[in-house]
């Protein structure tokens, strides 16, 4: 099996721009990095086995306490399924799968706008896919979603370590 985490190098000026238009780019930067480390964390929790495969997964790189458990529903999801995606609230999505993947399947995805999921769906549709839907999880882009997040740090509702030291929680 493959994974693959989607993520821009975090450097200040260049990665989480719209919140960094609020926080800084200094700050944004270091919530990248933790996002990232976050990120990383369940893809290497016990309990899910990574026997040679013929598919692969992407993790987005802003949805940080991503539990192990969505990774493992997308791994069984593609036993019966072509494809998985995993929506965000915002419209966009944190996972896809895919046992197959066609040049131009993501050919015309708004990308960073509410209709990437949507988008990304039709292409799915279009190609054939037998596709199945992950419960949703957040991304983090705005201000409000930082705030959200922090919420749910303090209430023990995610687990984000890396995170949680940035922001303090």
Do not use: N
């Amino acid at each position: 099996m493959t994974i693959c985490i989607f993520a821009k190098e975090p450097v200040p000026g260049r990665v989480k721009t719209r919140l960094a238009a609020a926080i800084g780019d200094r700050a944004a930067a270091r919530l990248a990095q933790a996002f990232l480390d976050d990120t990383i964390a369940p893809v290497r929790s016990p309990g899910l086995t990574f026997a040679r495969s013929p598919w692969a997964i992407a993790l987005g790189a802003d949805s940080p306490g991503l539990p192990a458990t969505h990774v493992r529903a997308a791994i069984e999801a593609l036993q019966t399924h072509e494809a998985v995606i995993g929506p965000a609230r915002d419209g966009g999505y944190y996972l896809l799968g895919l046992t197959r993947v066609r040049r131009d399947l993501l050919a015309g995805v708004a990308w960073s706008t509410p209709r990437a999921r949507a988008d990304t769906a039709l292409r799915l549709i279009e190609r054939g896919y037998r596709t199945a839907t992950l419960r949703s999880w957040f991304d983090v882009d705005e201000l409000h979603d930082l705030d959200r997040v922090r919420a749910l740090l303090r209430r023990g509702v995610v687990r984000a370590e890396a995170t949680a030291r940035v922001l303090g929680a």
